[in-house]
């Protein structure tokens, strides 16, 4: 612990970012693998974009807001360009779709990858994470919100998570009703920021910062704490309001899908982009309902970028969050991969070890052999270290008879077996 | 086109990087699947490591050189640390084995992902681009060199090259064999840094620099230039040198691994870094014998970042080459999972084609449905387009009969299914 702090700084990740060791790394991609495989059921195909995007599209107008600047990693190119780490997977989609307008529509793609955002690290929160993005460009049918919203939990499900919860409401319908309780059309998007504090800042904190805003509070509080049976309240109050048919067109297609279970209308979420333009879903995970997510429909944000006018909906999850989770709840199984170690019983032995190893692999076993010329109980060591499930002894005396021992590690029984059989008896 | 350059610039790209649209992401998808899992055989796991690291450790000296900040992207984050996007997987794994003193050696590790240089780009080369890697640490085994080797060509077999070709020299035993041919000490790192050029420049361009280096070329020449039973020509003029029984060694154990069919000794290999220590490779693929990596043995660079004194040895594919040229080769099969669309036959049947889709999805079918509210003809496109093998059209006569109509895209056969037998009927 002699060293000075340059030199400590140096070996760690930066700050806000971590390694994936390869116990975790495994971990993770099986997380991947099955996010991948239950979007990939549902129609969407993968895409992959740069790591950087120019700064003027990160911080275009109307898009992500101005803040943008202070909260990405933004620097210049050797060629004095502006660029930024990506923030999230959605910009760089929507710039891909405006510059690629032949593309059939619907357009169904997903996205996981890492984006970065220049966040003040705490415990859990990260400046470099992963995201993993379902979007349907194209369609205005409620049908391509629901299914966003089923792919997720899809993933959710195959990851074994039993208690998910989705927060769903409208944003057209939110406009709606808060002019009806008196915000002005010039107030609502600071209305929507305000409103959409409120799990950081609560109700008192919302209503101060409307009432600094000049925008009345009363009006809205009714709105926001209704509960029950909440489309009937609106609709006995209000009548058949914009976006109110909308809302219940997705939720005749979320039964349809099967996710009805997890929805939750609940009229104060507000999700803190500006783009969004109707339906807009906080997804949230395990017993403590820990929120991991959320997206919904943006119908202006691709022409608001300059690319033709298509609406697009889509929905996110945070990768970390949801692997802290499974982590923390013990989640992962064992791998179900069987691993052969092949040790050599002497000096002399060590080719055919190699041999035989070789020979495994080709035959589909995952297979290692000594490589640190250690003596035979240093090899049984390493392979109950990496988890061998096998051990194949090679010996001298076996070989003369074209045999190895095969040892169970997990039962501990061995037995000899020919040296063509091998393959045969771990699979 | 009469948007000004400004619009188009902020919707392409940034300069030197590209979009994978879900076609390509799929077959890149399908490589980066089959290389994993070539890696996995050998008992190598994924790490992951951030995008970027400190400065320093990208810069650091006996590494990679001085010329690294003309040639990375570096930045300050907005607290002043000075980093920059990670040019290797080599050098950050290094850094995490450097301060992750406990994990068990030997360490082998593959990291499949992008790295990004500042170079000119140029057709096919790229300044964000994606590499796999293999690595093993902690030991000074030849076998442990001939495995990361085996892996790579297994990589390359599994993804239908036919043509592979390993460079292979070590550094070692080259300046053993410069010293002979008077080369002094001090100017070895000189003299190698020239003769690494000859693909580029010719033999006439390294004579030149060696000259202005007042380097004598006729013995480098000597050298450089032996062809045909190499070791023997060596061991009859030199004697045993060093390094040549580590390369003989090596060649036993490619031997028993069955890659000895690839390799060619070629003493004019230098590779570019400075941290290689013993064998090097480069590898070539295709018959135009395209470089699409190489590695070496690199036994001080943990220990010169400040880590543990431990041996280590890697190679290093660049996937952008291997899959630029799949593509030209014609050598992606048509993707082998078959997509399904379920069609409605009129509007009051959507709901059921919503439901019948989602339920086959539930029985792991990949299924898509109607988002556009089309005609049937234009369902019927649209699922040409997407490639689906097979078609369900969902009408209210065949679900009155609690059945719908399958049609195997193909064939252009149709036949009646009853609700419950369809997933049997496509997968």
């Known amino acids: 612990m002699k060293g000075n702090s340059k030199v400590i700084n140096m070996f760690q990740a930066p700050k806000g970012t971590k390694d994936w060791l390869p116990d975790e790394a495994e971990r993770w991609q099986t997380v991947v693998d099955t996010v991948r495989k239950a979007f990939e059921k549902y129609g969407f195909r993968p895409m992959e974009t740069p790591a950087f995007e120019s700064f003027e ?42 510059n690629n307008a032949n593309l059939p529509k619907p357009f169904k793609r997903y996205q996981i990858g890492k984006v970065w955002r220049y966040d003040n690290p705490q415990a859990g929160r990260f400046r470099e994470f992963w995201q993993a993005d379902v979007d349907t460009v194209g369609s205005s049918s409620p049908l391509s919100d629901a299914e966003c919203v089923a792919a997720l939990c899809e993933a959710l499900e195959q990851l074994g998570f039993k208690e998910i919860k989705v927060r769903l ?58 509960k029950g049976d909440v489309l009937e309240k609106i609709e006995d109050k209000y009548g058949a309001v914009d976006g109110l048919a909308e809302l219940k067109e997705f939720l005749k297609y979320a039964k349809i899908l099967g996710i009805d279970k997890y929805l939750e209308i609940d009229l104060s979420l507000v999700r803190g982009l500006e783009y969004y333009t109707g339906p807009v879903f906080e997804v949230m995970i395990g017993d403590a309902k820990l929120s991991c997510g959320g997206g919904g429909r943006y119908d202006k944000l691709i022409k608001i970028l300059g690319g033709p006018d ?47 190893c070789q020979k495994l692999r080709k035959d589909g076993v995952i297979a290692e052999t000594d490589l640190a010329e250690r003596k035979l109980s240093r090899q049984m060591e390493y392979a109950a270290a990496i988890g061998a499930a096998y051990v194949i002894v090679v010996g001298p005396k076996e070989l003369e008879k074209k045999c190895v021992k095969v040892r169970d590690m997990k039962s501990g029984k061995e037995k000899d077996v020919p040296l063509d059989k091998i393959a045969k008896e771990v699979l």
Do not use: C, H
């Open 169 to 226: 409401n409208n944003r057209k319908l939110l406009q709606t009703l808060f002019l009806k309780a008196g915000v002005k059309e010039s107030q609502m998007l600071e209305a929507f920021r305000s409103v959409d504090k409120m799990d950081k800042i609560g109700a008192d904190g919302v209503k101060r910062e409307l009432e600094d805003k000049k925008i009345g509070w009363k009006g809205i509080e009714e709105i926001i704490k209704l």
């Open 310 to 356: 298509l609406p697009a909906t889509g929905i996110s999850i945070g990768l970390n969050r949801v692997v802290g989770l499974m982590e923390e709840k013990n989640m992962f199984k064992a791998s179900p991969i069987k691993k052969v170690f092949v040790a050599s019983v002497n000096d002399f032995v060590r080719g055919d070890a190699a041999k035989i």
């Open 57 to 98: 599209l990160l911080a275009a107008k109307g898009g992500t807001g101005d803040a943008v600047r202070d909260e990405i990693y933004n620097f210049k190119d050797k060629g004095g360009r502006e660029l930024g780490l990506r923030f999230d997977l959605t910009v760089p989609m929507a710039r891909v779709l405006a």
